[in-house]
């Protein structure tokens, strides 16, 4: 009997201790829609120290309206950077988005995604 609860202390601790090391990073993309490019684009990654690193990614709109060049390079920005992170073992855990629509009090609007990995 004490031979079984050594083991199953063992394999408990030892199931505990896999679970207890994982790490989490997050990526996040905001995505501006104020024409004119007035507005600020951005991809904020933080890695699993909380140490947070940003980089420049382009608006949705022009001054002559949606740019579609634009939106393709966001998305070529997006792919290269999650294919990075998988490549060194990174697994997508979980994706939210959520947009902030112009209206009068904020005339303003964005697109959010937050991409969370897990190694």
């Known amino acids: 009997m004490k031979k079984v609860l050594l083991v199953f202390l063992f ?37 699993e120290s909380g140490k947070q690193t940003e980089s420049d990614m382009k ?8 740019n579609l060049e634009n939106i393709a390079s966001n998305d070529q920005s997006i792919v290269k950077t999650m294919n990075k992170f998988t490549a060194e073992g990174w697994k997508v855990v979980a994706v939210n988005s959520a947009t902030q629509s112009p209206n009068e009090q904020y005339p303003q609007g964005i697109f959010i995604t937050r991409y969370l990995l897990e190694k």
Do not use: H, W
């Not at 104020?34 to 890695?47: E, N, Q, W």
């Not at 608006?59 to 949606?66: A, D, H, P």
């Open 11 to 47: 394999v408990a601790g030892a199931t505990f201790s896999v679970f207890s090391q994982a790490k989490v990073m997050q990526i996040t993309t905001i995505e501006s829609i104020i024409p004119g490019g007035l507005g600020r684009s951005r991809m904020v990654i933080t890695d």
């Open 59 to 66: 608006n949705f709109y022009s001054m002559v309206g949606i």
